[in-house]
């Protein structure tokens, strides 16, 4: 199992961009990187997912590098409803279960 | 967009008592899953069911939890004998993948007293 290391807290102000950085440095060659968002008193959401290079959707980008041993989600133009506990997690196709650790708290004021 | 539902929103119960938490998967989904977060902690998996039977669960799935799938839309947990230590919210989810991504319903929040 991928040991997974972020950022226990980050702060940013409205219209910034917002980049966390995830460790993970014992990835699996069969592993994925996925990213999920969660409100409080809200069930995690899917944000995004990727194997290598970048990953853009409506919502964030999804940076690897070539190594894949870390990991960059990246939200533009934060607001104020974008905070949440970010969750990096690694895993296989394969894979049942999501292994959620503490997560990234972002905090975005006015 | 179709969601995951889960009934009810807040559970009370007294410590001993048998509960149910209710899920409605998303329609086209095959996989379905249990996850709970104790207040201020993680989300903690639980267990995964595909195929009519469990697929993994985790080491706090014991003997008091099971889990159904009584028709073609209702999945349920069920905690025999709740204990303090339950109080949580759990979370349903379910996938057409497996690996992908999952689609977590709103939660029930278990208070046990």
């Known amino acids: 199992l991928a040991k997974i290391t972020q950022p226990i807290s980050m702060d940013s102000y409205e219209g910034q961009e917002v980049n966390i950085t995830c460790s993970h440095n014992?990835?699996?060659?069969?592993?994925?990187i996925t990213w999920y968002q969660q409100f409080p008193s809200q069930g995690p959401r899917f944000i995004i997912q990727g194997y290598k290079t970048k990953v853009t959707n409506e919502v964030a980008s999804l940076f690897i590098p070539a190594d894949r041993k870390s990991s960059t989600l990246s939200l533009p133009r934060v607001s104020l409803s974008d905070t949440a506990v970010y969750y990096c997690?690694?895993?296989?196709?394969?894979?049942?279960?999501?292994?959620f650790g503490a997560g990234t708290t972002v905090t975005v004021r006015a | 967009e179709p969601e995951v539902t889960q009934t009810p929103s807040h559970q009370v119960t007294q410590m001993g008592q048998e509960v149910i938490l209710r899920c409605v998967p998303i329609s086209n989904h095959l996989y379905f899953y249990w996850y709970r977060q104790i207040l201020g902690q993680k989300v903690e998996f639980l267990v995964s069911?595909?195929?009519?039977?469990?697929?993994?669960k985790s080491e706090i799935f014991d003997d008091q939890f099971s889990v159904e799938r009584p028709d073609g839309s209702n999945f349920t947990l069920k905690i025999r004998s709740t204990k303090l230590e339950d109080s949580a919210m759990y979370f349903c989810?379910?996938?057409?993948?497996?690996?992908?991504?999952?689609?977590f319903g709103p939660g029930t929040r278990l208070t046990v007293t």
């Open positions: 997690l690694v895993g296989d196709e394969n894979d049942y279960k999501l292994s």
């Open positions: 014992n990835i699996a060659t069969n592993d994925y």
């Open positions: 069911f595909y195929n009519n039977e469990i697929s993994e």
């Open positions: 989810a379910s996938s057409d993948t497996t690996g992908g991504e999952q689609y």
